[in-house]
C-alpha cells in the first residue's frame, strides 16, 4: 500500500511514519521517491503526500518518507516584509552609488595633483588671476563713481536748465552702470570664495588620501 495521490491532512508525522513503516513503504522507497509535506499550525506538525491546504502561505518542509528532510521552504513575504526588503535593496544601491561616485572623485584628485605642493601652487595661480580680474573691475567702479561725482557737482553749480537736465540723465545712466558693475565685482568675489572653498576641499582631501596606509589606499580605475 503507497501513499494516495489526493491530499492528506495528518495530524502528525508520526502517524505517517508509521503508516509508511507498517505499509512497507520505508524499506521499498527508491532514491528521488515521493515525498512528505509538512508544516506547523498551531504548534501541531500537518503533514501529507501533497502540500495540505493548511500549509498554504506557512513555511513547509519537504521530506522523504524515512523523515529526512530534503529541503525547507520559508512562508511567502508579508506585503511590509516585501516593501521592508524594497527600502533595504534601495538603500544598498544608492550607498554603493556613493561609494563609486567618491572612488571616482578620489582617484580623478589623485590624477589632477602630483603632489600637495602643486595643489598649493595651481591654488595660488589661480587666485592671483581672480585677484587681478577683481582689482580692474573696482578701478572702474572707483572711475564711474568718480565721474558721476564730477557730474553730480557740475550739475548743481550750473545755471542753464537743458545743461542741468542733460547732465541728470548721464548721472541716471551711470548709477545703472555703477549698478553693473559693483554686481560683477560681487559675482568676482564669489568666485574666489568658492575657489579657496574647493582647493581647501581639495587639499583636505588629498592629504588624506596620500597619507593613508598603503594597504587602504585607492586603487586605480579600470579604463574603459
Known amino acids: 500500500m503507497g501513499f494516495p495521490r489526493a491530499e492528506r491532512v495528518l495530524a502528525g508525522f508520526s502517524w505517517v511514519f508509521a503508516l509508511a513503516v507498517s505499509s512497507g513503504t520505508l524499506a521499498a522507497q527508491p532514491a528521488g521517491a515521493a515525498s512528505i509535506y509538512c508544516c506547523d499550525?498551531?504548534?501541531?506538525?500537518?503533514?501529507?503526500?501533497?502540500?495540505?491546504?493548511?500549509?498554504?502561505?506557512r513555511a513547509y518542509r519537504e521530506m522523504s518518507p524515512s523523515g529526512i528532510v530534503r529541503r525547507s521552504v520559508p512562508a511567502p513575504l508579508t506585503a511590509d516584509e516585501i516593501a521592508q526588503r524594497a527600502a533595504a535593496e534601495h538603500k544598498r544601491r544608492a550607498e554603493e552609488a556613493e561609494r563609486m561616485r567618491q572612488l571616482r572623485l578620489d582617484q580623478a584628485l589623485l590624477e589632477t595633483y602630483r603632489s600637495v605642493q602643486d595643489l598649493d601652487s595651481r591654488r595660488d595661480r589661480e587666485l592671483r588671476d581672480l585677484d587681478r580680474s577683481i582689482r580692474e573691475l573696482r578701478a572702474r567702479e572707483s572711475e564711474l563713481i568718480e565721474r558721476q561725482r564730477a557730474l553730480i557737482d557740475e550739475a548743481t553749480h550750473t545755471e542753464r536748465s537743458d545743461v542741468a537736465s542733460s547732465l541728470e540723465a548721464d548721472i541716471r545712466l551711470l548709477d545703472?552702470?555703477?549698478?553693473?558693475?559693483?554686481?560683477?565685482?560681487?559675482?568676482?568675489?564669489?568666485?574666489?570664495?568658492?575657489?579657496?572653498?574647493?582647493?581647501?576641499?581639495?587639499?583636505?582631501?588629498?592629504?588624506?588620501l596620500t597619507s593613508a596606509p598603503e594597504s587602504a589606499r585607492i586603487p586605480p580605475m579600470p579604463r574603459r
Open 176 to 208: 545703472s552702470e555703477i549698478a553693473a558693475q559693483s554686481s560683477v565685482v560681487a559675482a568676482k568675489l564669489r568666485e574666489r570664495s568658492a575657489v579657496v572653498e574647493r582647493f581647501e576641499e581639495h587639499r583636505r582631501r588629498y592629504v588624506e
Open 41 to 57: 499550525v498551531g504548534g501541531q506538525p500537518v503533514c501529507g503526500d501533497i502540500l495540505p491546504a493548511a500549509c498554504y502561505g
